[in-house]
Each structure stands twice: as C-alpha cells, then as structure tokens.
C-alpha cells in the first residue's frame, strides 16, 4: 500500500476490467514494454485530465489474460459518475485489448489486493491433433490425448492446505511462505478444449502454471492415484512439471 493511500480517508472507485494479455507484457508498468497498467493510466489520464495510481489486486505475466481483474484508483478530486467513468473509458481504450466492466465506489478501507480473500484462474488447452487458428494465443495446444477420468485423483490430491513449494518458480520473492489453501481443481471436457478452474486462498508465483504442466506430464506417462500428493510431498520444484505456457491463463474471478 503505497504512503498515499495509508493517508488517504476517503473512498476508492474500484474498476473490473477484462484484457487480451497478448498485447502486453503483463500488468505491470515497465521501461519500454506495453503493460495493462500503463495502458489503462493512459485512459484514466485522458478522462481526468490528470494520472491517478492504479493498484491492482496481482501481477499478471506477458501473454496471461484476464476475465475479471480489480483494480482501484483513489477518488479524490473525481467528480464523474462511476457508470459514466467506465463508459468514457472504453471510449478511450477501445482497441487496446481491454474493457471496463463496471466501475464502482469502495469505502477508504478497501484495497484492491489486500482486501482479496481467494481468486480463480482458469486454464485452457486445446487437446486435439490439428492447432485450432481460433484459440492461437488463446490457449495451450496439446495433440496428445489426455484421459480426463484417468486423472481423476489429481483434481483430490491438489485441493486442500499443503505446502506447495514444488510448483513455484525457483527464486520468487515469497519462499519463506508457500503453504496456500486450494479449494478446487476442476477439470472439464467439451469437444477438443479442456478447461481447467483452480482456486485458492492465494497463489505462488506460476503456481497455477506449473500444477497444470504437472497435469499434463502425469497424464502422459499414464501416473496414479497418490502422484500429485507425492510430489507435493517432495516440496521440491525439480519433481513437478514444466511449466505450462501463458497464453491459456486467465485470471477468471476475485473474491472480497
């Protein structure tokens, strides 16, 4: 949080807002890379006339999308209605590979991270012999089958509160703390597309990523029932799977 918003007594307006991670190098704002950050900064500074802070409630990497993803502004010095504020918003960012949902007043004490409790993230793989040109970036393509109701036991074994250092990138920032709670692992089928839904009471850096690139490696080499618990066991990043690629994330719901 940053010296301003610990002095600040008043409200906040809180922006959901969906984008195509494709066009960005993540949400945060960087040197010579086009971030979400940045991007709806531009927006805001062209509605206002002036540039607020924009804290969002994570960080997303390059390629990773966003279905619903909060982010709040301070609303001094703001006058314009929160429904008209999203609507001259998409005016200035059409094109852009972002939308504002809805903009809403939040009183001096929310926090577009701090006050999340649990997010959902959901992954898309493409599981078919031939690439589909309508999921290219969209989701990971994958020619080998995988058996979903052989696999089963992962969606068990990942839920629940483990230490879950084995699927975060070596060298993050928070190694001292990796135990998270997750609450579900879904996997569905329709035709080709396989979707995964993950959600948790917080993630590790490529957490998400890498349970499914475990998934994936486990489906492949045909592994059973006690797999994915052993290798949380092991709370060592070498016994997981790779890491699966960005471009099927999303960043799919918030809870407050």
């Known amino acids: 949080m940053t010296e301003l918003e610990n002095k600040a007594s ?18 945060q704002v960087q040197n010579n890379a086009k971030s979400v950050q940045g991007t709806l900064q531009d927006g805001l500074e ?41 609507a001259a918003l998409n005016s200035h960012l059409r094109d852009s590979g972002i939308a504002v949902k809805k903009a809403e007043i939040k009183d001096a004490d929310f926090h577009a991270r701090y006050s999340c409790v649990g997010k959902e993230y959901i992954y898309k793989i493409w599981n078919a012999r031939y690439a589909n040109p ?3 970036d969209k989701a990971m393509f994958y020619p080998m089958e995988i058996d979903i109701e052989k696999m089963r036991f ?16 070596k060298g993050s920032k928070n190694e001292e703390n990796t135990v998270r709670t997750v609450k579900y692992f879904n996997v569905k089928k329709e035709d080709e597309l396989i979707t995964i839904s993950v959600c948790a009471d917080g993630f590790l850096y490529n957490m998400v990523r890498i349970m499914v690139g475990t998934y994936i490696d486990l489906s ?3 592994a059973s029932e006690g797999a994915v618990r052993e290798i949380i066991e092991k709370c060592d990043r ?4 790779d890491t699966a690629p960005a471009e099927g994330l999303y960043l799919n719901k918030i809870f407050y």
């Open 10 to 27: 008043g409200e906040k307006i809180a922006l959901t807002i969906m984008y195509d991670g494709t066009f960005f190098h993540g949400w």
């Open 46 to 86: 062209s509605v206002l006339g002036f540039r607020p802070d924009v804290s969002g409630v994570s960080r997303t990497d390059s390629g990773v999308h966003a279905n619903n993803y909060v982010c709040h502004i301070l609303k001094d010095g703001i006058t314009i209605p929160p429904e008209r504020l999203a």
């Open 134 to 136: 309508f999921y290219k």
């Open 154 to 169: 992962a969606e068990k074994e990942f839920v629940g509160t483990h230490d879950f250092r084995s699927f975060m990138t």
């Open 220 to 222: 492949r080499k045909g």
């Open 238 to 241: 070498k016994y997981a799977g």
